[in-house]
Nanobody, 123 residues
Framework: QVELTEFGGGSVQPGDSLTLSCTAS????????MGWFRQAPGKGREFVAA????????YYSPRVEGRFTISRGDAKNTVYLRMSSLTPEDTAIYYC????????????????WGQGTQVTVSS
């Protein structure tokens, strides 16, 4: 099992930028992919972005592509989500996930999840 802890959530204004990070501990020697999902009030869990083990392959939801950037740290156990041009529609709890997905956008294919961090975009 991989334990995941998210950092960096907060309240920002429309147009602002924010960077989330997620650190993995535990079974960190595995070559797992990492992803970010989000869940707004009253909605299901939505795929945001994912990155392969080596960090060379990235995947984005069309809703965030061009505004968000996912990357892995050199030690591979940390993943970042740099978010820019934020809008109120980006307000949600953001979750970090780790696993061996065949379909990066499917939350069912990630075995381990963090507790989530709240991002609120409001004027």
């Amino acid at each position: 099992q991989v334990e995941l802890t998210e950092f960096g959530g907060g309240s920002v204004q429309p147009g602002d930028s924010l960077t989330l990070s997620c650190t993995a501990s535990g079974r960190t020697f595995d070559t797992y992919a990492m992803g970010w999902f989000r869940q707004a009030p009253g909605k299901g869990r939505e795929f945001v972005a994912a990155v392969s083990w080596r960090g060379t392959d990235t995947y984005y939801s069309p809703r965030v592509e061009g505004r968000f950037t996912i990357s892995r740290g050199d030690a591979k156990n940390t993943v970042y989500l740099r978010m820019s041009s934020l809008t109120p529609e980006d307000t949600a709890i953001y979750y970090c996930a780790a696993g061996f997905p065949l379909r990066y956008e499917s939350p069912d294919e990630y075995a381990d999840w963090g507790q989530g961090t709240q991002v609120t975009v409001s004027s």
